[in-house]
């Protein structure tokens, strides 16, 4: 049974910076791309960041958060990060992990296999 567990949100001011974690098991880990995604209030679900499988050498952005948000992992930890600098209120949202064997289901199509149950970020101006 594949699970992914987020952990690292909390309510922040904004000019922090903040390091979500993605912890998975029930897979072969270094063998899955993964992603995170993000909800706010009243609106969808919208992609984030992606990175390719095994080395993580390649990594995909949402045009909003270019330059601000790093996605990375650590395969002997089985988990996957979203480093996000300068927070702005505007980022307030539940973070969503997710995982696919294909970077492209992630990154393109926004249907991976698996996805976590999300951990709430709150930025206060």
């Known amino acids: 049974q594949v699970q992914l567990v987020e952990s690292g949100g909390g309510l922040v001011q904004a000019g922090d910076s903040l390091r979500l974690s993605c912890t998975a098991s029930g897979l072969t880990f270094s063998e899955y791309a993964m992603g995170w995604f993000r909800q706010a209030p009243g609106k969808e679900r919208e992609f984030v960041a992606g990175i390719i499988r095994r080395g993580g050498g390649s990594q995909l952005y949402a045009d909003s958060v270019k330059g601000r948000f790093t996605i990375s992992r650590d395969n002997a930890k089985t988990t996957v990060y979203l480093h996000i600098d300068k927070l702005e209120p505007e980022d307030t949202a539940v973070y969503y992990c997710?995982?696919?064997?294909?970077?492209?289901?992630?990154?393109?199509?926004?249907?991976?296999?698996?996805w976590g149950q999300g951990t709430q970020v709150t930025v206060s101006s």
């Open positions: 997710a995982a696919d064997t294909s970077f492209h289901k992630i990154v393109e199509v926004h249907v991976p296999d698996y």
